[in-house]
């Protein structure tokens, strides 16, 4: 039996592209499932695993942000270290318009735009993390500042 042709992420071939090493999983999933049971099917640590939010602020400008899974983003402190009065999660039938992601396959590598990026800093805490590979059924596994180099991102305290 032939074995199944990997297929790149968008976001797989920019880590290619900055020569950005990294671990690529896959689980099986035809619908959203939460970061939790992905972790849990695949084995993986939860503090390892980070989540991707997509919020709009009081500018009308879309951020990302990049959180441990177990944890709720602090919308006031997220709105803080990007300059916004407030922000808050845009709604689920946005993400592909605004990201070019669906949910529960959305990164922050990649996205159709560059937004203002900031990952949780306790992810420096991890010699590497796990975050979502640009599909459903697919995760990455990379340092924390290789991320935030793709993602042009800065790290933040964010979570409550």
Do not use: W
Request: with cysteine; charged share 25%.
């Amino acid at each position: 039996m032939a074995k199944k042709k990997e297929t790149k992420t968008n976001a797989m071939r920019i880590l290619e592209s900055m020569k950005i090493p990294f671990h690529h999983y896959t689980y099986e999933c035809e619908e959203f499932v939460d970061g939790l049971q992905i972790a849990d099917q695949l084995q993986l640590p939860h503090e390892k695993v980070y989540k991707t939010l997509v919020t709009v602020g009081s500018s009308k400008n879309y951020f990302v942000f990049v959180i441990p899974i177990a944890e709720e983003l602090d919308l006031k402190k997220a709105a803080r270290v990007v300059g916004e009065k407030h922000v808050e999660m845009i709604h689920v039938r946005d993400i592909n318009k605004v990201t070019g992601y669906v949910r529960g396959g959305c990164t922050a590598v990649g996205m159709k735009k560059q937004y203002v990026t900031r990952i949780d800093s306790s992810a420096r805490q991890q010699p590497t993390i796990i975050v979502s590979g640009g599909r459903i059924g697919s995760q990455v596994e990379l340092a924390p500042d290789d991320l935030a180099a793709a993602a042009q991102a800065q790290f933040a305290d964010l979570i409550k």
